[in-house]
């Protein structure tokens, strides 16, 4: 007897997941439902691709006007060219993603609903003129933006972080509500492409909240330096208001005195909320409240629903939502055939194009402060990126690396704000994920590269533990 199994959100990373690992099961019968337009998920369409590509733009005139090597008139940002590439790329990269659900279809016991599915009892969905009683259902929707209830915000216009990658028209001044990851990559992006004259509210000391604090300060300081960014810190929205002219006045509060600022435009990157609105979960016993969803990606209230990716609220991150689809669609398969389910563990890793790329923020496994939290044992390591000549010959000698190692020697986890962390972020997983021993990692390269920092942290751990 066959499985019927429905995934809701089929076109995301994490619903994707799902289908491709339940395709090929025999006995398993798929219902894909996405109602999407154009269809190709977060990721592809308002996530990770499309604001790295705006990212890049900027990027490049970033890096001009901060090398007093070079001559001649300073290029400007062109917002429309911008845009239009930018939608020609995630054009392609969504139509690759449908075609991978749309063939997915073509098997025997898949079937593709085009239309939005609601819960209209435990497990039974209205899709279109259709009602499916599946044996499970996977919740994979996504995300979508979040405003703050903030008064009077109702009568200004907002504009989120989906509304900039889309904007070729930039006020000369902004008011920035948000700087977590979104925040830290839109914000360098709005002051180099449209040259504005930014306010960002901060509510803590400093940013980053995951890094340790000489990272975030690291990170404070750069922005105010290189971008000439207004950043407030403990610093809280208490209303908003149009003014005459089609701004905006918002009052703030900075340890109880409040102050007035101004601006052309009103900015929300306040992070991203689980897509869950209209699907009839009043329908059901599900209570999407923290904790709603066990490790093993089941509701808590339903062990026959099982919800992955952003829908979660667990950790919206692509590879994130990725491997807990292939979870997911594991444990359905267990959980059919009576056996043991896995619960998903993800070793800490985040990546933060911050400093539109220049200085981005990588965090694989432990910070100092999660391992002193988590009372481990370790000693830790820190380099200056200006201590290695090969930053200060590419012009980007800012930020630092951290490196935090056990008494043993298994590498716990590192830090990097600097140039290309980014790219030096797998290696390190690598590392830490396989919880090898620092001592017995080569501390060389083989050409000056940026890597550099990596062996440098590598050989005074290494000296540390040993003495």
């Known amino acids: 007897m066959s499985t019927h199994v429905a995934i809701v959100g089929a076109y995301g990373s994490a619903g994707v997941a799902v289908a491709q690992r339940l395709a090929d099961i025999p006995d398993i019968e798929l219902t894909l439902v996405d109602d999407g337009d154009p269809g190709g998920g977060l990721c592809i369409l308002r996530g990770c691709m499309p604001s790295k590509e705006v990212l890049s733009a900027a ?3 970033f890096v001009a006007r901060h090398d007093d090597r070079l001559d001649g008139p300073l290029p400007a940002v062109d917002t ?36 939005r599915a609601t819960f209209v009892d435990d497990r039974t969905l209205r899709v279109g003129d259709r009602t499916l009683e599946p044996d499970y259902v996977v919740v994979a929707t996504g995300s979508t933006v979040t405003v703050p209830d903030l008064p009077g915000i109702e009568d200004v216009p907002v504009e989120t972080s989906a509304d900039v990658l889309d904007t070729t028209d930039l006020g000369d001044s902004g008011i920035v509500m948000g700087f977590g990851y979104i925040g830290l990559e839109l914000v360098p992006y709005l002051a180099e492409a449209g040259g504005m004259d930014l306010t960002v509210i901060e509510h803590d000391d400093r940013p980053l909240d995951e890094a340790d604090s000489p990272f975030g300060d690291d990170l404070l300081s750069y922005y ?14 208490k209303r908003v208001e149009p003014t005459d002219d089609g701004g905006i006045k918002m ?42 969803v066990r490790d093993t990606m089941q509701a808590r209230d339903d062990e026959r629903v099982f919800v992955v990716g952003d829908a979660n609220g ?3 991150i692509l590879h994130v939502a990725k491997e807990q689809g292939f979870l997911a669609a594991s444990n359905i398969h267990a959980h059919r055939e009576g056996g043991q389910l896995t619960e998903y563990e993800n070793t800490h890793h985040h990546v933060v194009f911050s400093g539109l790329g220049v200085l981005p923020y990588a965090r694989v496994g432990h910070s100092a402060e999660s391992a002193r939290d988590a009372g481990l044992e370790h000693i830790t390591v820190t380099r200056e990126a200006a201590s290695d000549g090969v930053f200060k010959t590419k012009n ?43 001592r017995d990692l080569p501390d060389r390269a083989y050409h000056p590269t940026t890597p550099e920092i990596l062996d440098s942290l590598f050989r005074e751990a290494a000296t540390e533990l040993d003495s």
């Open 314 to 316: 667990k950790e919206p």
């Open 59 to 61: 990027e490049h005139r």
């Open 251 to 292: 009052v703030l509060e900075t340890n109880g005195t409040e102050e007035t600022v101004e601006a052309d435009q009103l900015f929300a990157f306040t992070g991203r909320r689980p897509a869950l609105d209209g699907l009839g979960l009043d329908e059901t016993p599900l209570d999407p409240e923290p904790g709603w």
């Open 396 to 438: 980007v000698a800012d930020g630092r690396g951290r490196l935090v190692v056990g008494t043993d020697g298994a590498v716990l986890g590192w830090q990097g704000l600097h140039y290309h962390a980014d790219v030096m972020a797998k290696t390190m997983q690598v590392i830490v994920e396989m919880g090898l021993d620092v």
């Open 80 to 115: 429309d060219r911008v845009v239009e590439t930018k939608n020609e790329h995630t054009a392609n990269f969504a139509a690759h993603r449908r075609a991978a659900v749309e063939s997915l279809a073509e098997h025997d016991d898949v079937r593709f609903l085009t239309e």
């Open 224 to 237: 105010r330096e290189a971008f000439d960014i207004t950043v407030l810190t403990n610093t809280y929205e």
